[in-house]
């Protein structure tokens, strides 16, 4: 489906367990494991999807800078608990770490740079209050008024 300035897909099937598997691997073996994981999953998942753009993948990135991921995940700023926002900061200690690598810069350096940097606890739910109001406003030109 496609509106002004959106294209809207059916939602992608979460695999926890590949996350998993990937934030709990103790080794360059077991990050490649999860990417093979991972792969599978986003070949199942963006095989029939008419995509505007190519997905990314993310197994290869993956699998490219395994050790660099691997030495990231042993800096203390990793998020080792199970608390619930754990995994919200663990995700983006990665980020930083793949960004880092992808720049050639060592692990530590690329999460302290990017330390300034935190993607919003909200993001989504700004961009889904975007939609609906643009879907709202939308509406309104096409019927005459907008609906409550």
Do not use: C
Not at 11 to 18: I, K, R, S, Y
């Amino acid at each position: 489906m496609k509106t002004e300035g959106w294209t809207i897909l059916r939602p992608l099937q979460p695999a926890p367990e590949l996350w998993e598997q990937l934030k709990r691997a103790e080794s360059v073996a077991g990050i490649k494991k999860a990417s093979r994981g991972i792969s599978k999953w986003m070949s199942r998942e963006f095989e029939d999807r008419q995509l505007p753009w190519p997905p990314i993948d993310f197994s290869d990135a993956l699998d490219l800078y395994a050790e660099t991921l691997l030495v990231g995940m042993k800096l203390p700023s990793y998020a080792r608990t199970d608390r619930s926002r754990s995994d919200d900061k663990r995700v983006n200690h990665l980020a930083k770490v793949l960004a880092g690598a992808r720049l050639g810069l060592a692990p530590v350096t690329a999460a302290k740079r990017l330390s300034h940097w935190n993607l919003s606890r909200d993001w989504t739910e700004k961009a889904l209050e975007e939609l609906v109001k643009r879907s709202k406003e939308r509406s309104s030109k096409t019927y005459g008024k907008a609906k409550p």
